[in-house]
């Protein structure tokens, strides 16, 4: 089973992570995302990972939490971004 690269637990959940622009951006609805940076996420961790699965928590800027499943490319994208 492959990730979802998705939010699967938390505020925002259901929704879609993806790269734009070599970017890691939450798509909450049709033109509407967050782009995951330093700036909006204020921590994050890795909470488990399993071969092709990440398991991510983030805490955004603005005290909402979310946890998200990614894939290795999306997860490498997104702690490059975070460090």
Aim: aromatic share 4%; proline share 1%.
């Amino acid at each position: 089973m492959s990730a979802k690269n998705k939010v699967i637990a938390g505020d925002y959940t259901g929704a879609n992570i993806a790269m734009a622009a070599d970017k890691v951006v939450l798509n909450i609805s049709l033109g509407n995302m967050i782009i995951l940076n330093k700036k909006m996420v204020s921590a994050h961790k890795v909470e488990s990972e399993t071969p092709g699965t990440h398991t991510v928590s983030v805490t955004f800027a603005d005290g909402k939490k979310s946890l998200l499943e990614l894939d290795n490319k999306m997860c490498k994208a997104l702690l490059s971004q975070l460090f």
